[in-house]
């Protein structure tokens, strides 16, 4: 079946550091690929999406890219603040069916 | 955009009580909605699918009996935990797919604590 692997986490950083979050996934086809993120005691979010192979997902300084040939959608942010502390979940959903979702990575960013 | 507004944000209740989690899609059609349960500290799991006039559809290990669902309209979900135990506690949450296919939007989730 389908599954997601990412970087667990707990991830610390400072404030402007870069950050990546590894996301792998395996899937037959090709599946649309999500980054969910999920603040302290609140739902998700949706960060960013891609949908086919090539496409790149960008939102609020976060950037992936989908790439069909090594099966990641890595997330990555040149400057991290304190506020981008959060879980992030990497996500996949094939031919409309539900989502699987990664473990989460949990990020916390020190001032 | 689409929104869907899930029902209460938390709630605690007594062990042994019943507790209904509502999920509302307010300007889109939800032809199908998943439900979902977080675990503290742990990943999204999906618990069961409902399309709209139909039984939903449990995965691998969710007592039917103990969560029922129902999908009755286009624009509402419910799930009601019943007969609540402590090990029930976790976070609830909806996802709601669109008419055509394509979108799919979260609830806020719902936070259930069984004492």
Known sequence: GNSVTQMEGPVTLSEEAFLTINCTYTATGYPSLFWYVQYPGEGLQLLLKATKADDKGSNKGFEA??????TSFHLE???????DSAVYFCALTHLGQNF???PGTRLSVLP | GA????HPSW???KSGTSVKIECRSLDFQATTMFWYRQFPKQSLMLMAT???GSKATYEQGVEKDKFLINHASLTLSTLTVTSAHPEDSSFYICSAR????SGYTFGSGTRLTVV
Do not use: L
């Not at chain 1, 890219?65 to 090594?70: Q, S, V």
């Not at chain 1, 942010?77 to 506020?83: D, L, M, R, T």
């Not at chain 2, 929104?3 to 899930?6: C, D, G, L, M, P």
């Open chain 2, 98 to 101: 669109d008419r055509g296919g």
């Open chain 2, 3 to 6: 929104v869907v507004s899930q």
């Open chain 2, 50 to 52: 409902s399309n709209e």
């Open chain 2, 11 to 13: 709630v605690i209740c």
């Open chain 1, 77 to 83: 942010k040149g400057s991290v603040q304190v506020s």
């Open chain 1, 100 to 102: 699987v979702f990664g």
């Open chain 1, 65 to 70: 890219t989908y790439r069909k040939e090594t």
